[in-house]
């Protein structure tokens, strides 16, 4: 797959909240295998916002990029075939 410019974020640690500096992005689940369909998530005017599929509470944080979480390490990284 070609790059991308959404940000995506994982779950592995089982989080309730995980905090991210973005308000459109993408959940991935958990890494693979055990991830969900990637789907789009955007807060709109709202600051968090709770995937339909793994029920993680993303909330956002403007203190924290793009490529931030809290807590740390729920970056999803695609990784080459």
Known sequence: MAGHNIPHFQNDGGHRVIEIGVKEFMCTGASVPYDHPHIFID???????????CSTLYRYNPSLKADETNPAGCVFHFKAA
């Open 43 to 53: 807060m709109g005017d709202e600051n968090e916002k709770v995937c339909s599929y």
